[in-house]
């Protein structure tokens, strides 16, 4: 705000009538000012009286209400007075800085978040953004912990963000579905059966060893070190979707943390189950082709996926590697058997993705994660951190060569 102290001229009745005879409107003359120099300098924008700022505008009219300045907005009450701090206005809730700026967005106030959306409310109760969910009590105040609402029970981290998937807290676990409702009573997850009491702690049944794994601080620094060597596909379809996906979902400001993670969150919300195969047309393409379509890479199954929305594991595979080669990662689609108990007796094949850092082999499961109900029990692990259930056979390479695209 450009703060300009001036101090108002009495205006004598007779120089009044002398300009209005001149055609000068007197709301005009009103709000002329001394400028220092001893002449008069014509006031809009912000005055400054008796210690309160007033809003003018070009014609010296004082203004009230909601006033626009340099892309942000003021509100002066009856008097013209520019107004501070918190103010309800119609029946809703707005945060004026000291400077008179409206509050939007993300708001830190005497150590407590809010949030305000684009025209300056207060917002209450449940909010989504940047992929994330939030709530926010009756004040506007942002909640951390445990959020009982509409007679259930959710946990925010220390940032405010509800949490999905297991739990632990407090020395007891906990498991989140992928809305964040907290369970209760008999559950199966990944297919295996646990038992919650009323409150939700876990009373029958062990967490996989993977829920005990994940430290975002540890991951975050890891995949924040890796050094990025972005790969394209052969296919250029694929190539183009993939683009497209990171051109509306990722920013070049974003550490490979932010990336990552924003990749994962997103697949997280794709649908489980068979992709609508007519998203890629095949028409004109030989048998040949076909077949070199289908079987000779990973690239078809990754198209299906960011074209449909949908997939089940070899599609998931699929399109992580593909965006996460993208963004620079040493990713690769790997093949196997996923066993669903401790003493690796019962298993299914599976497909899914590790990522080569620093010579070791970590484990990216979004399929399984999604299937679970959300989570991150399946990224960024190694095969120990997982009990040695994933038992690799196989590694389906993208193709180092043209292959042919429909």
């Known amino acids: ?204 049944g062990n967490p996989p060893a993977s829920a005990s794994a994940f430290d975002p601080a540890s991951v975050r620094s890891l995949l924040d070190g890796v050094s990025l060597t972005p790969r394209s596909t052969a296919d250029s379809k694929l190539n183009q979707a993939v683009s497209s996906w990171i051109a509306g979902h990722l920013t070049s400001s974003m550490s490979t943390w932010d990336k990552v993670k924003a990749i994962y969150d997103a697949l997280l919300k794709f649908k489980y189950g068979t992709p609508d195969d007519s998203v890629i047309d095949t028409s004109g393409l030989s048998m040949d082709e076909l077949m070199s379509l289908y079987f000779d890479g990973p690239e078809y199954n990754a198209r299906l996926l960011l074209l449909s929305g949908s997939g089940t594991e070899e599609h998931f595979a699929a399109g992580l590697a593909s965006l996460l080669r993208a963004i620079g990662l040493d990713a690769q689609v790997a093949e196997g058997i996923i066993y669903q108990d401790a003493k690796l007796t019962t298993g299914t094949p599976s497909s899914w993705v590790t990522v080569k850092i620093n010579g070791k082999s970590y484990i990216f499961d979004v399929a399984s994660d999604l299937k679970a109900g959300g989570g991150y029990s399946h990224f960024c692990r190694t095969a120990s951190e997982l009990g040695n259930r994933y038992q690799q056979s196989d590694v389906f390479a993208f193709q180092a060569e043209k292959t042919y695209s429909a």
């Open 1 to 204: 705000m450009r703060k300009r102290t001036r101090i108002l001229t009495a205006l004598l009745s007779g120089a009044v009538a002398a300009v209005w005879m001149m055609g000068i409107p007197a709301t005009a003359l009103a709000a002329q000012w001394t400028d220092g120099t001893g002449g008069y300098a014509q006031a809009a924008g912000f005055i400054e009286r008796d210690g309160n700022w007033y809003y003018y505008d070009q014609y010296g009219k004082m203004l009230t209400g909601w006033q626009e300045y340099d892309d942000n907005w003021y509100y002066m009450d009856a008097s013209g007075k520019m107004l501070t701090g918190w103010q309800k206005l119609d029946g809703k809730w707005y945060y004026l800085y000291a400077s008179g700026r409206m509050a939007a967005g993300w708001a830190e106030i005497d150590g407590k978040w809010y949030y305000f959306n684009g025209g300056g409310v207060m917002k209450t109760g449940w909010l989504e953004t940047g992929g994330k969910w939030y709530f926010f009590n009756g004040g506007g105040v942002m909640r951390t912990g445990w959020v009982s609402n509409g007679g259930k029970w959710y946990y925010m981290d220390a940032d405010g963000v509800m949490q999905t998937g297991w739990l632990q807290n407090g020395g007891s676990w906990y498991y989140l579905d992928g809305d964040g409702v907290m369970q209760t009573g008999s559950r199966t997850i990944g297919g295996v059966s646990y038992t919650f009491s009323s409150d939700g702690v876990l009373t029958s």
